[in-house]
């Protein structure tokens, strides 16, 4: 599967941006589908999953409750909605795609066969 991610950009501390990242390729709907981010200088971080099915979502500690990740099938488009924006989310972000559904979530970078190009969130205070 192909990712093309896309809607990153320059956004004041408390606003609000939405990810796009869209597949090709194979079965979408069988992915389980991640996003991760990378500051400059930092390794590069696990920040949200939702399995293939849709129906199941886990975030990291630093975004729960102001980003959502969700995910339509129909378009092979998965999103990471981000509100109330912090300079600390400023980074490059990710999308990412598995075929593995374990019985866990997906937060590693190695469980992830499939990645995106990226695309930057600068987030000025």
């Known amino acids: 599967v192909q990712l093309q991610a896309s809607g990153g950009g320059l956004v004041q501390a408390g606003g609000s941006l939405r990810l796009s990242c869209a597949a090709s390729?194979?079965?979408?709907?069988?992915?389980?589908m991640g996003w991760f981010r990378q500051a400059p200088g930092k390794e590069r971080e696990f920040v949200a999953t939702?399995?293939?099915?849709?129906?199941?979502?886990y975030y990291a500690d630093s975004v729960k409750g102001r980003f959502t990740i969700s995910r339509d099938n129909a378009k092979n488009t998965a999103y990471l909605q981000m509100n109330n924006l912090k300079p600390e989310d400023t980074a490059v972000y990710y999308c990412?795609?598995?075929?593995?559904?374990?019985?866990?979530?997906?937060?590693?970078?190695?469980?992830?066969?499939?990645w995106g190009q990226g695309t930057l969130v600068t987030v000025s205070s």
């Open positions: 990412a795609a598995t075929s593995i559904s374990g019985a866990s979530f997906a937060t590693t970078l190695a469980e992830y066969g499939y």
């Open positions: 390729g194979r079965t979408f709907s069988r992915y389980d």
């Open positions: 939702i399995t293939w099915r849709g129906g199941s979502t």
